[in-house]
């Protein structure tokens, strides 16, 4: 069974940084090609916003260029996902998801993502 466990996620202030963490179990995680951070704050609809592929292209969506950086560890079964100089708007609950094969609706696509955490929340103050 996949398991995927966020953390990290809590309350600052604009231009702070916070590191939000994603711990996979199970044995589909050499299976994954693309693990991904996807946010949704309420009233919206969840979006991108990093994806890493298994061999290490990141993309991301422009409102967190040059600000965010995702990475993985591979040995940990662990994704990673560093937030600097942060905004109002980042604020969200942040999920972490995985895919595996072709991501045929985009890599920033939250349908193209088969396994999803539960959730950690960021709150961003102005």
């Known amino acids: 069974q996949v398991q995927l466990v966020e953390s990290g996620g809590g309350s600052e202030q604009a231009g702070g940084s916070l590191r939000l963490s994603c711990a996979a179990s199970g044995d589909t995680y050499s299976s994954y090609s693309f693990m991904g951070w996807f946010r949704q704050a309420p009233g919206k609809a969840r979006e991108g916003v990093a994806t890493?592929?298994?061999?290490?292209?990141?993309y991301y969506t422009d409102s967190v260029k040059g600000r965010f950086t995702i990475s993985r560890d591979d040995a940990e079964k662990t994704l990673f996902l560093q937030m600097n100089s942060l905004k109002p708007e980042d604020t969200a609950m942040y999920y972490c998801?995985?895919?595996?094969?072709?991501?045929?609706?985009?890599?920033?696509?939250?349908?193209?993502?088969?396994?999803w955490g539960q959730g950690t929340q960021v709150t961003v103050s102005s």
């Open positions: 890493i592929h298994s061999r290490g292209s990141t």
């Open positions: 998801a995985a895919a595996e094969g072709t991501l045929w609706a985009g890599v920033l696509n939250p349908r193209s993502y088969r396994y």
